[in-house]
């Protein structure tokens, strides 16, 4: 089972960067999915998450900004992050949760990750 993260990159603020999440060796259609962020310094928090009957959560710095989306044929998450501000700078991971119906916002909640991908945002 791989998740592999990708999209991340330099962008100056204002601008905007689409990141993938695609997924191998199993389906995940049957699990809510979502993205996390660690910044330097910080712990890892959560970004967004899709359940499996496309319930959405975001929190609430990335609110109308971020769209998290998901192709369950291409078995493939995506985080479309529109507005980028330099406090969106860091390490963007995404997972596979261990529940289906409903997003949880924490990530022992999550049992498979991607590898992560950088987005930074200058000022």
Known sequence: VQLQASGGGLVQAGGSL???????GRAFSNYAMGWFRQAPG?????V??????????????VKGRFTISRDNAKNTMYLQ????KP???AVYYCGVSKYSSVVRTTDR???????GTLVTVSS
């Open 87 to 89: 406090e969106d700078t």
């Open 42 to 46: 910080k712990e890892r928090e959560f």
């Open 81 to 84: 992050m529109n507005s980028l």
């Open 18 to 24: 689409r990141l993938s999440c695609a997924g191998s």
């Open 109 to 115: 909640d999550y049992n498979y990750w991607g590898q």
């Open 48 to 61: 967004a998450g899709i359940s499996r009957s496309m319930g959405i959560t975001y929190t609430g710095s």
